[in-house]
């Protein structure tokens, strides 16, 4: 099939996913799960109309790019600074040794090969996935929602920053890593330099630019985004930093001010072509019978989802003083919710030989059961009265998975962390 029928699929993918998440039956069911499912229904696994070669492969890298880039503009400092912050942070780096503890156990029987690369895998959290999520529930500007955030913001970037440096060491050790210092001082000084140049002359004239035939300032954000992507990538990052950089810098510029419709436009760009395109070939080039076929891998899938939960289960504990009781496990949950990040970081992995192949099929495995389920059974979990939960097939199926998990997941939460923390 040529490439311009392949993409004639993947675009009616695009648009059948969000159609199909309107229905009843699949009601508050993430639209990336079902690009996912759909791509794997049309990829070698399924029907075998699409694969992920030349220019679709090309195509898909991009849109794991714009992902980075769109995750990059949403991250607002000033909206979930002070205690969502610091929480979120301390809470990854006690999730992050705990996610240690765990792989280097499976280092020791032999069932991963590159234990430091999975240890970051684990602690990741979505983001860009929550925020859609969290703004159909209302919860975006609550308390709980800037708590979710806040752990999210920690969960996406301390991993890109700190996966990008573990490639680079072990492909090029002390003078690569350097190098990735160096790049890190250039993001960071890119991104003080953006919020030291706005000023509303600058916002006006981005504002009147917009309305031109050419849509100068969306041109050079993209601009920005090639740059920034193409300098991460000779100083031995991973391009995907390069354009969270990227976003956050234009962030930085426009939020908040008269130009910030070049936020919108770049979001419509991004969310309307791109980014979908990565979730449906990340479908396309899952390799589902090899999971499924093999009780290994089986196993693997199992072990790994279990360890996305419980690894946020425990920190969970540190919000106890700012969230009511019964917000502490939904909070796990989302926190638990992950894909994208797991997704570049396995494929990179693979690709470095630094990961073995089942264990990335595995990881994105759980990843999209972490998606499919965990918002959703969070969701559930806080919902206040039968009026407030939805009626569909799959809302009705995690609401009674989350009647049932929820006494004995709290109960097993609590007792491990009294056995951690001591009793209160």
Same mark, same amino acid.
């Given at each position: ?49 699409? *694969? ?25 400092? $000033?909206?979930?600074?002070? +205690? ?14 705990? +996610? ?23 602690? *990741? ?44 060491? /072990? ?64 100083? &031995? ?26 936020? $919108? ?6 969310? &309307? ?32 989802? /279990? ?36 997704? /570049? ?19 994105? &495995? /759980? ?58």
């Amino acid at each position: 099939m040529s490439e311009i029928h392949s993409l004639f699929i993947i675009a009616f993918i695009a648009v059948l996913a969000p159609l199909l998440a309107r229905l009843p039956t699949l009601l508050r069911t993430p639209v990336v799960v079902l690009e996912l499912a759909l791509g794997i229904l049309i990829g070698p696994s399924g029907a075998g109309w699409v *694969t992920s070669e030349g220019a679709i492969g090309f195509l898909g890298e991009f849109g794991l790019i714009f992902l980075f880039f769109q995750a990059g503009f949403e991250f607002d400092p $000033d909206k979930i600074k002070g +205690a969502p912050l610091r929480l979120g942070a301390l809470a990854w780096l006690f999730s992050l040794a705990l +996610a240690c503890g765990f792989i280097g156990l499976l280092y020791l029987v032999g069932l991963v090969d590159a234990p430091l690369l999975v240890a970051l895998v684990l602690p *990741t959290t979505a983001f860009g996935i929550l925020i859609p999520i969290l703004r159909q529930t209302g919860d975006l500007d609550s308390d709980f929602g800037r708590y979710v955030l806040g752990a999210a913001a920690i969960g996406e970037l301390g991993p890109v920053v700190l996966a990008s440096v573990v490639l680079a060491h /072990a492909h090029h050790h002390l003078h690569q890593t350097l190098l990735s210092m160096v790049f890190l001082a250039a993001a960071i000084g890119a991104i003080f330099f953006a919020r030291n140049l706005r000023s509303d002359g600058l916002s006006l004239m981005i504002a009147r630019w917009m309305g031109d035939s050419s849509i100068l300032p969306v041109r050079i954000s993209i601009l920005i985004l090639l740059a920034l992507v193409s300098l991460a990538n000779e100083l &031995g990052m991973e391009i995907v930093l390069g354009a969270y950089t990227a976003g956050m810098a234009i962030a930085m510029l426009v939020r908040d001010t008269k130009a910030e419709i070049l936020e $919108d436009r770049l979001t419509s760009i991004g969310s &309307g072509f791109f980014i979908p395109l990565f979730f449906i070939t990340s479908g396309v080039e899952f390799d589902l019978p090899a999971l499924v076929t093999s009780p290994a891998s089986l196993a693997r899938l199992f072990l790994f989802c /279990a360890a996305f939960l419980f690894i946020r289960i425990l920190p969970v504990r540190l919000y106890k003083r700012v969230l009511p009781e019964r917000d502490l496990l939904p909070l796990a949950l989302f926190s638990s919710t992950t894909l994208s990040l797991v997704v /570049a970081v396995t494929y990179l992995g693979v690709r470095t030989g630094h990961m073995l192949p089942e264990n990335a099929s595995a990881l994105v &495995g /759980a990843a999209v059961i972490s998606v499919a389920v965990f918002p959703t059974l969070a969701i559930s979990l806080r919902a206040q009265s039968d009026e407030e939960r939805a009626d569909g097939f799959l809302a009705v199926a995690a609401r009674r998975a989350a009647d049932f998990a929820s006494p004995r997941l709290s109960r097993f939460m609590l007792f491990i962390t009294q056995k951690s923390w001591g009793r209160q």
